[in-house]
């Protein structure tokens, strides 16, 4: 769940004040509501399984990807306010 201090290709600092991903909380929760609505499209409307099962594999959906959601959601953040550099990454 640690992420590097700087970028390997370019050296760019990632914690850009201490407080900086806090706002990624924020899109993980969208991204988490995002994943819960398609599990659960999936499994009621689709696969034909009980409400109440289907509430159980979105718990389980999410337990299972919590991981890969953390990193989605940091990436994202801190694309909003960083830019590429093409120049520095060669």
């Known amino acids: ?42 499994s009621y409307f689709i696969i034909g399984i009980d409400r109440n099962y289907s509430f159980l594999a979105i718990i389980l959906t999410l337990a299972i990807l919590f991981p890969l959601i953390i990193r989605i959601s940091r990436n994202i953040w801190i694309n909003i306010f960083v830019d590429f550099d093409e120049k520095a990454a060669k």
């Open 1 to 42: 769940m640690e992420m590097h201090d700087h970028c390997s290709h370019c050296g760019k600092k990632f914690k850009i004040e201490p407080s900086f991903f806090f706002g990624a909380m924020y899109v993980s929760y969208g991204v988490g509501v995002a994943i819960s609505v398609a599990t659960f499209i999936i």
